[in-house]
């Protein structure tokens, strides 16, 4: 299974961006899904989950600015993230798990590469 991150950039405080994260080896409907988020000597951080049923959660942090979705047809999981805050900016990763998902990385077997998010103030 392979995770292919993308759709960060340079955005201004209160602008928004979509982050993709396409998958292949593997259909997304039998995978839990999740992004997280690793800013400069900080820990990996876990933003939302979205399970193959169609539920999704996302962390308190960002609950009611970002989304997470799927496209089981196109393969791919997205983030949608609107009124982007400085303390947003971080490397944001896709991860898969067939069974456990959760919050915490280490349950997670599949990585992607991660896609640097820098928010100006």
């Known amino acids: 299974v392979q995770l292919q991150a993308s759709g960060g950039g340079l955005v201004q405080a209160g602008g928004s961006l979509r982050l993709s994260c396409v998958v292949s080896?593997?259909?997304?409907?039998?995978?839990?899904m999740s992004w997280f988020r690793q800013a400069p000597g900080e820990d990996r951080e876990f933003v939302a989950t979205s399970w193959g049923g169609g539920a999704t959660y996302v962390t308190d942090s960002v609950k009611g600015r970002f989304t997470a979705s799927r496209d089981n047809a196109k393969n791919t999981l997205y983030l949608q993230m609107n009124s982007l805050k400085p303390e947003d900016m971080a490397i944001y990763y896709c991860?898969?798990?067939?069974?456990?998902?959760?919050?915490?990385?280490?349950?997670?077997?599949?990585w992607g590469q991660g896609t640097q998010v820098t928010v100006s103030s």
């Open positions: 080896g593997r259909s997304v409907s039998n995978l839990i």
């Open positions: 991860a898969a798990d067939h069974y456990r998902g959760g919050a915490t990385p280490s349950a997670y077997v599949f």
